[in-house]
């Protein structure tokens, strides 16, 4: 379909390209074709062998190509049933309507249909680098939170079956979730984005820098000076986290919620003075935007085995904590840490009992 | 801003205040009093802020009677704009002013929040500074006590100074009851269903931090605005200890097999 300019743009080209549909990826037909990555979804879209066709283009538009037309009325004289085709035939007008009718239904099926497969595309390889692309072009806008300095933002959706609210926006800077700046995205559902695929996407690029910065869209010295700036402003900022670490709970510090923590806090004041805490009218949501200035508190590992000096069930030095020096290690300690530390926790809370019959070894 | 210009060439003689709030951009604004505008005590330290600022004045007031060019008519318009957001700051923490600004805040002129948690939350406009020129007019939510950017570019031009760094915290000191109910809800980023690791740790961090300052205001003896604290806090607690449970549960099933 694709290979020839004159006929017209496939379905989901056109399906990306209409107003509000700015942040749909365009998913490969080889994706879709591939039964797997379609399970399950025959029992949540209405009328779905024939919206399938549609996103396919399997089914030709109506005054297209006059061969493929004639199989379509092949096709709908089944449907249609009693029906003679010649007649139906010359009565253009009325076969027009009757399949404009059927038309719009199964066009909403479509829709519905591309969505699903959208929000399983996005979390594929292909799908991911496809938004990633979009991502880095700023297709989908950027926080806005001040203080998240212009963070690059990603669709996401609350619920992963549809019909429950529409798509958000992610902020990795401030890691919560804002409505689109523009109506017209009201319209667009967020189970079409999902709700896994805003954090596997920074969790892919752990590489992106994500910090945002005050202006994109200038030459590359300007870029290297912000960059450098922001580095300046992180360190002045940050100067409690120890230098060495490169990673905590397996994201680089500087890229965990950069828009937060000190500096990053709305104060609010009158005149110049602060408004107390003990104020009715005073701040009380600032722990929503908190975030330790020396990032390794967030090792809870460590931590809650440093509270707990001398127990027989203290892992190696080496498993102990979450934060890499060097990278590479981490899954693997997670796990180990993970499993004894809530075995642990629920024998000394006197859980069940199989707990600790079951990794064993509790003094 | 070229509409500017051309309207006010056609109708000037009528109100030049009414004009200028019912000018496309200039949404956020109220309407000053005329007595307020002509006590000079209330510009005090204006007139060196402003460029020809007796011209200015009379524009504002509908006293303007002076003949000029187009190029020096321009630059009194742009003047007396400048002077009309510096009064304006003023003039919105006067009782009056408050009166009007709470009315379109009622009315969610000045946006919505667009953090999701907060229910469309309506916002106020506020400077960061109070100085003119330093940064443009930004929106603070009363809600989530943060900061954002107006949606729309007609908006964000409008220097922040206009409002003032004061105006919306002494909004919420007078009228208290408009303070809307703080709510300990946050979004939980997930993976297949399964909280982000990083992201859980500093969000139990931040509660953490929360308890603290709850319990500093218990101390105290301070409602903390929480809105139905000590339901959700339950809530909170039977989420996890089912999570925690179904955990147990499920590693026991996979040792006992």
């Not at chain 2, 109910?181 to 992201?199: I, L, N, T």
Request: proline share 5%.
């Amino acid at each position: 379909m694709s290979s020839s300019s004159q006929v017209t743009e496939s379905w989901i080209s056109s399906f990306c390209g209409l107003l509000g549909h700015e942040y749909f990826a365009e998913v490969s037909e080889d994706f879709i074709e591939d039964d797997f990555n379609l399970t399950g979804l025959q029992s949540q879209v209405p009328m779905y062998k024939e919206a399938l066709e549609m996103i396919l283009d399997v089914e030709p538009e109506d005054d297209e190509d006059e061969e493929e037309e004639e199989e379509e009325d092949e096709d709908d004289d089944e449907i249609l049933g009693d029906e003679k085709p010649s007649g139906y035939r010359r009565a253009n007008d009325r076969r027009h309507l009757r399949i404009a009718s059927d038309l719009s239904v199964i066009e909403s099926s479509a829709e519905l249909l591309y969505g699903l497969i959208h929000q399983r595309y996005i979390t594929s390889r292909p799908g991911i680098q496809q938004m990633a692309e979009k991502y880095e072009l700023q297709h989908f806008g950027t926080c806005p939170r001040v203080y998240c300095n212009s963070c690059k933002v990603l669709p996401v959706g609350l619920n992963d079956s549809p019909g429950h609210d529409t798509v958000k926006l992610f902020c990795p800077s401030c890691l919560d979730v804002y409505t689109p700046p523009n109506s017209r995205f009201q319209t667009v559902d967020g189970a079409f984005f999902g709700t896994t695929f805003g954090s596997l996407f920074f969790m892919t690029f752990s590489d992106l820098d994500i910090g945002g910065s005050r202006n994109s869209s200038t030459g590359a010295a300007d870029a290297l000076l912000a960059i450098q700036a922001a580095q300046q402003e992180v360190k002045n900022r940050r100067d409690a986290t120890p230098a060495h670490i490169t990673s905590i709970n397996g994201v680089a510090p500087h890229n965990l919620a950069p828009g937060l923590g000190p500096g990053n806090i709305y104060e609010p004041r009158i005149y110049g003075f602060r408004v107390s805490e003990r104020a009715r009218s005073g701040p009380r949501m600032k722990w929503l935007r908190m975030r330790p200035a020396d990032i390794t508190e967030l090792d809870e590992t460590r931590r809650y085995w440093e509270e707990r000096e001398e127990d027989g069930d203290r892992p190696d030095d080496d498993d102990l904590n979450m934060v890499d020096v060097q990278e590479g290690k981490a899954d693997r300690r997670k796990k180990i840490v993970g499993r004894r530390r809530r075995a642990n926790a629920s024998g000394n809370g006197g859980g069940s009992p199989m707990d600790t019959n079951g990794v064993g070894g509790v003094g | 801003m070229d509409d500017f210009n051309s309207e006010t060439d056609s109708d000037y003689t009528s109100y030049w205040r009414d004009w200028f709030i019912s000018s496309r951009g200039n949404e956020y604004f109220c309407e000053i009093d005329e007595e307020y505008l002509t006590d000079r005590f209330n510009l005090t330290g204006l007139n060196t802020e402003v460029q020809y600022y007796q011209h200015a004045l009379d524009l504002v007031t509908d006293v303007f009677d002076f003949d000029c060019d187009d190029d020096m008519r321009e630059a009194i318009e742009k003047s007396a704009r400048h002077l009309y957001g510096l009064v304006h700051a003023r003039y919105i923490v006067t009782t009056r002013g408050l009166a009007k600004m709470l009315e379109k805040f009622k009315k969610s002129d000045f946006g919505k929040c667009p953090r999701v948690l907060c229910e469309a939350q309506p916002l106020l406009p506020m400077g960061q500074s109070d100085v003119a020129n330093t940064s443009p007019v930004k929106l603070y939510c009363a809600r989530c006590e943060d900061l954002y950017n107006p949606k729309s570019s007609r908006h964000a031009i409008i220097d922040g100074a206009y409002f003032g760094t004061s105006f919306h915290n002494i909004l919420f000191q007078v009228y208290p009851a408009m303070l809307p109910p703080k709510s300990q809800r946050r979004y939980e980023p997930r993976v297949f269903g399964f909280r982000v690791h990083a992201a859980a740790s500093l969000a139990r961090w931040q509660a953490d931090e929360r308890e603290k300052m709850k319990e500093r205001l218990r101390v105290a003896r301070i409602e903390t605005g929480f809105e139905d604290e000590d339901e959700e806090d339950e809530d909170d607690l039977g989420e996890e200890d089912e999570e925690m449970e179904l955990a147990d549960a499920f590693e026991s099933a996979v040792v006992q097999h």
